[in-house]
């Protein structure tokens, strides 16, 4: 699938009249109390995702088994180390307020 970087947001895409398309980025769950948990991401220079792809207010899942999806809002992103590199790569803890779970019926 080809992106244009140049609709990388909702309002240059409705403006374009094209659908708004964001790239997806991966994370892993490094700390998880039940209402909150704190997801890992690098992210490098070369990635094709989205630049707000972690934004605070959005809603993600996090999978946790082939049946299972916990949902919850981002409420705070912060640079690991403190420091965000414009040249190299970084690495961002994403704070998520746990919200819900999707389950999904596997006999289906």
Known sequence: MYTDNKLNSPAAAVAAGTPFIRNRTEGHVIQCD???AIVSA???KTDTASEDYWSVGMLM???VDDNTRTIGM???VESETGVWS???DNRANIHV???G???TNATR
């Open 34 to 36: 039940g209402m909150h």
């Open 42 to 44: 690098e992210i490098k």
């Open 61 to 63: 899942s996090i999978r």
């Open 74 to 76: 981002l409420h705070k």
């Open 86 to 88: 414009l040249d190299g």
């Open 97 to 99: 307020e746990l919200v």
């Open 101 to 103: 779970e999707i389950k």
